[in-house]
């Protein structure tokens, strides 16, 4: 049995910034685990149909896998995202996510504020960037050995207070506490930290990552794929 989720309250804005250069790998559908990239699937215009990472979150994601039990896998969603498709999926949930927690007519700052733990802004700024422009962001679901997806609770990309990592620690469903426990438990013990807002969206080396571990980012933004050395 894994060991209980930790609350966490969401990250807040962390400036610092090391640059470390590191190339990106393209990674596919493998022995090791499987890749389903979200975005091309539901047609946003601006998604890559490539996954790409840094070197050392690929590593990682192999290291989580190597500690999950025979039968179950990685499934990686979504990984380095051009700030066009930032930009593309802020217009698409930006006014979804205030309109459910009834901030139509609240300040722009309180909206902005409300989003963040769900969507980060597209801001052009290459050291304070969204983080899965670095390519150190990964969204992960776990798979069995058919390809099927455990159950997690809720689907990706839900916006609902059932999509807080540590929810069903006190929600009566023993599979969906343990899936998400074993998820929380590989892809932590690999060395990535978790976005509490959201069970399947875990960092290394981003300005998210850096904020839990208290110590500067080393990824910069990275917003068009012409600007990255791939392996």
Same mark, same amino acid.
Request: a negative charge; proline letters at 9%; charged letters at 20%.
């Given at each position: 049995?894994?060991? #209980? ?34 975005? #091309? ?32 896998? @990685? ?7 051009? @700030?066009? $498709? ?5 217009? $698409? ?7 459910? @927690? &009834? ?51 809720? #689907?990706?990309?839900?916006?609902? /207070?059932?999509?807080?990592t540590d929810y069903f620690e006190t929600a009566d ?17 690999? &060395? ?23 110590? #500067? ?13 791939? /392996?």
């Open positions: 049995m894994m060991l #209980p989720i930790p609350s966490a309250a969401p990250p807040r804005p962390h400036p610092l910034i090391t640059i470390k250069e590191e190339k990106f790998v393209m990674i596919n559908s493998c022995k090791e685990f499987d890749v389903s990239l979200q975005y #091309p699937l539901r047609g946003l215009e601006n998604a890559p149909y490539r996954c790409l990472v840094r070197e050392s979150v690929y590593k990682m994601l192999l290291a989580a896998q190597s500690a999950l039990p025979q039968g179950v896998r @990685l499934c990686v969603l979504d990984a380095w995202r051009p @700030l066009a $498709l930032q930009q593309e999926l802020y217009d $698409l949930y930006a006014g979804d996510i205030i309109e459910r @927690l &009834g901030l139509q007519n609240a300040k722009a700052k309180e909206k902005r504020e409300a989003v963040a733990p769900y969507v980060s802004e597209p801001e052009k700024n290459p050291l304070h960037p969204p983080v899965h422009t670095t390519g150190g962001a990964v969204d992960v679901t776990l798979v069995n050995e058919n390809g099927e997806p455990l159950d997690m609770g809720t #689907p990706f990309d839900d916006f609902s /207070d059932m999509a807080q469903n023993p599979t969906v506490q343990e899936n998400r426990r074993l998820l929380y438990g590989v892809m932590t013990g690999a &060395g990535f930290t978790n976005l509490p807002s959201e069970w399947w969206h875990y960092d290394y080396g981003d300005r998210f990552w850096a904020y839990y571990n208290r110590c #500067p980012a080393i990824y910069g933004g990275i917003f068009t794929a012409a600007e990255m050395h791939v /392996d």
